[in-house]
Structure formats: structure tokens, C-alpha cells
């Protein structure tokens, strides 16, 4: 079975610029949680999807979106990137629950120039 | 907030040492979850607790669940070169929906 799947695996842009970062859930999980990980604050959860619906949110900025599709593939979007958005942002995915084994995948790091 | 506090952030040990990275909650956790990630790598899940008190074996890991389910610890026994990582902590405290992360231990090795 493949594993969680991430693109694009490295990103650069500038101040002011917005990014969108793709996820694909191994098959069969329905649930998709973001994370940002940075030396300084850890991994810090952004949000999970459901069945196309978010359930939960962390403490990030609205600068900071997500959605999920019908096939549990997932995007995330940050707006009007700031140079502290700089970070690894890791995509796990489960079968139902947050509870239940994250698989992570390999994440999408962005440096804001 | 709900917080996982995490100790010690770093841990340099001699190759066939014991090591110890322990995790504590300010609040209730539903369970408890361990992730290793290997410089450079993404985490991987080693193991969850569930129940008050829980002990498990994976080898020379061993895992804790504390009587009040807000802490944990992870040793390792007699470390070797592929131990080298950070490992994390991740627990759902009671009443909430979402996974909260200890800091990490980094973990390395002299051979």
C-alpha cells in the first residue's frame, strides 16, 4: 500500500506570496491532519479533515486553509506568506479518527524569502 | 492552553547506554501516542498507550502510561547507532480533538 504522499517536496517564494500544498491520504483513510514543524515551536497542529468537512482547528491565522476533496485528497493554503511561515508542513493521515495511528507523510518545506 | 512538556530536549549518549525522554501533561490524556523521526525524515509511530498505567514492550523500548494518564516515559535499552532520532510524544487531552506534541527529544549517539 502507498504510503502518504506530498507535493511539492521543497518550495521557495517571497514575503507577501501565497502557497498551496497538496496531500494524498493512503488509500482508504478518510482523515487528513496538517502540521507545521519548526525548530523553535515543534510540530504544531493546524487542522484535520473529514468527509470534506474540517473537525478540528489549531491556533494559526485565518492567513492559514485547508480543504479536503471527495477522494480524502487534501490541500492546504497559506495567504500572504510572512518570513516566520518558513517550516516543514507535514500531512498525516488515519483511517476515521485523530486518535488512531498518523501516518506521515514526507512533508512540503517552504522557506519565505 | 493544553500543553505536552517534554524532557530533556537533547540527550548525547555513549553507544550501549540506557535512554529516558519523558512526557508530561497539564491536563487528562485520552491516550498517548510515540513517534521517532530520523534526521532529515518524517515521524513514524511507534506505539500508542491507552489505559492507566499501561507498560509496552517493542524490544529494547519500553513505553509508559502514568496511573493519572499525564505522563509518559520511553526508555531504551543499551542504545545503538540506529537509535540516533528525535522522538515525540503526542497526546489528546480529554475533552479535545486534536493530537498536541511533546517538544522532542533529539537523540545522538557516540559509537
Known amino acids: 500500500k502507498a504510503g502518504v504522499t506530498q507535493t511539492p517536496r521543497y518550495l521557495i517564494k517571497t514575503r507577501g506570496q501565497q502557497v498551496t500544498l497538496s496531500c494524498s491520504p493512503i488509500s482508504g483513510h478518510r482523515s487528513v491532519s496538517w502540521y507545521q514543524q519548526t525548530p523553535g515551536q515543534g510540530l504544531q497542529f493546524l487542522f484535520e479533515?473529514?468527509?470534506?468537512?474540517?473537525?478540528n482547528k489549531g491556533n494559526f491565522p485565518g492567513r492559514f486553509s485547508g480543504r479536503q476533496f471527495s477522494n480524502s485528497r487534501s490541500e492546504m493554503n497559506v495567504s500572504t506568506l510572512e518570513l516566520g511561515d518558513s517550516a516543514l508542513y507535514l500531512c498525516?493521515?488515519?483511517?476515521?479518527?485523530?486518535?488512531?495511528?498518523?501516518?506521515f507523510g514526507p512533508g512540503t518545506r517552504l522557506l519565505v524569502l | 492552553g493544553q500543553q505536552v512538556m517534554q524532557i530533556p530536549q537533547y540527550q548525547h549518549v555513549q553507544e550501549g547506554e540506557d535512554f529516558t525522554t519523558y512526557c508530561n501533561s497539564s491536563t487528562t490524556l485520552s491516550n498517548i501516542q510515540w513517534y521517532k523521526q530520523r534526521p532529515g525524515g518524517h515521524p513514524v509511530f511507534l506505539i500508542q498507550?491507552?489505559?492507566?498505567?499501561e507498560v509496552k514492550k517493542q524490544k529494547r523500548l519500553t513505553f509508559q502510561f502514568g496511573e493519572a494518564k499525564k505522563n509518559s516515559s520511553l526508555h531504551i535499552t543499551a542504545t545503538q547507532t540506529t537509535d540516533v532520532g528525535t522522538y515525540f510524544c503526542?497526546?489528546?487531552?480529554?475533552?479535545?480533538?486534536?493530537?498536541?506534541f511533546g517538544q522532542g527529544t533529539r537523540l545522538t549517539i557516540n559509537p
Open positions: 503526542a497526546g489528546i487531552p480529554q475533552g479535545a480533538q486534536k493530537l498536541v
Open positions: 479533515y473529514f468527509s470534506e468537512t474540517q473537525r
Open positions: 498525516a493521515s488515519s483511517l476515521a479518527r485523530i486518535e488512531e495511528t498518523q501516518y
Open positions: 498507550l491507552v489505559k492507566s498505567g
